[in-house]
């Protein structure tokens, strides 16, 4: 393997979905004592995930770092991916595409929840007092690869060589190449509206069936699918982009809801999705998804490649 290869090697980005994840946002406290503490646990993050990973041989185990544009040039001294910008809120007619705070996303992902508790554990005592938990997401696979509303989410996901083109930087921004942008954003159901509606909405909300997850046909006018609106095109072909959305639910208090997370070798791309969604195309016809589902968070992220964390550690 050539050294060019070594240094772009990407994180977990294209680990197969899981049946649990954890999505944690962290605050970094902004003095010199705690940025310094901060790069060495970043810095030893592939030992950490080792350290879990050993545990266990029929279990899967990934866990990718993503750092926001507020927290990275203190961080590593270094200029920001091209792309990378806190994420803009999007203010519908109707509908708003929050933006909240978060400098790291640990994306964690496994066979088993266990392994999640442990390694978190292992890294907020790393931490120590240097961060603040913003928000801890604990998601679960409903069904076989269902959302809470009932639905197979993640069938267009991008697979085989089509996966890295759609989600790891190359040579358009070559100090990057091997990284992913990612953007988050929690989303609440209202589940009992959502279940008022007759199963032949919501198929058309979506843009598949329910029970088969079939697709069904494009509207090429008037109010699109949520399939459609989050199909993007130019000259140059359609832009996949790779979701691995988990439900998670608090019942005992009625929440809910999906985390949606999008990863892409372009951000452009997803900011494309959100405004088709929430302003609409034609506007101001939203995603109906919108009317049944509230964003509460909206983050976005760089996932570098696995050197320049290791480097962070000096
Ligand atoms: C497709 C659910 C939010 C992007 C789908 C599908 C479902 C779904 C059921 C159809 C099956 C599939 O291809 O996966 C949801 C839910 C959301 C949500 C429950 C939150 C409440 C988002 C957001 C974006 C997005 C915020 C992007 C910014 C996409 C894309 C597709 C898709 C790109 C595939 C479109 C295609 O067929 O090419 N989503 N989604 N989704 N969604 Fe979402």
């Known amino acids: 393997m ?21 999505f944690l946002i962290l605050a970094v406290k902004d003095d010199s004592h705690s940025l310094a503490t901060v790069r060495s646990v970043i810095g030893s993050t592939d030992d950490l995930i080792k350290d879990v990973q050993v545990r266990t041989i029929e279990v899967q185990f990934t ?21 990378l910008a806190p994420f803009k809120e999007i203010k519908g007619a109707k509908h708003t595409a929050v933006s909240t705070e978060g400098d790291l996303l640990y994306h964690i992902r496994a066979g088993s929840a266990d392994l999640i508790i442990e390694f978190e554990k292992l890294l907020l005592e790393a931490f120590g007092d240097s961060v603040t938990a913003l928000d801890d997401v604990a998601g679960f696979r409903y069904f076989n690869g269902r959302d809470l509303l009932g639905f197979v989410d993640g069938t267009a996901n991008p697979v085989g060589l089509a996966l890295p083109e759609a989600t790891i930087v190359g040579d358009e921004d070559p100090d990057y190449a091997g990284g992913s942008y990612v953007v988050i954003q929690k989303y609440l159901h209202n589940m009992a509206a959502w279940r008022a509606q007759k199963v032949e909405t919501q198929e058309a909300i979506i843009g598949r069936t329910k029970f088969d997850n079939v697709e069904l046909p494009d509207a090429t006018e008037g109010q699109k699918s949520h399939k459609t609106l989050c199909t993007i095109e130019d ?16 019942p005992g208090k009625g929440e809910y809801g999906t985390y949606f997370i999008g990863y892409c070798r372009y951000l452009w791309v997803i900011e494309k999705m959100l405004e088709r969604m929430f302003i609409g195309n034609p506007p101001p016809l939203h995603d109906r998804i919108l009317d049944f589902s509230t964003a509460v968070s909206g983050v976005t992220f760089f996932v570098p490649a696995r050197k320049f964390l290791s480097d962070l550690g000096g």
């Open 63 to 83: 866990c990718n770092v993503g750092i926001s544009s507020r927290i990275w040039s203190a961080l590593s001294g270094k200029p920001m991916p091209k792309e």
């Open 2 to 22: 050539g050294r060019r290869a070594l240094e772009t090697e990407p994180q977990y980005i294209n680990s197969p979905m899981t049946s649990a994840a954890a």
């Open 235 to 250: 000259s140059q072909g359609e832009y996949d982009i790779l979701r691995d959305n988990m439900p998670f639910a608090v």
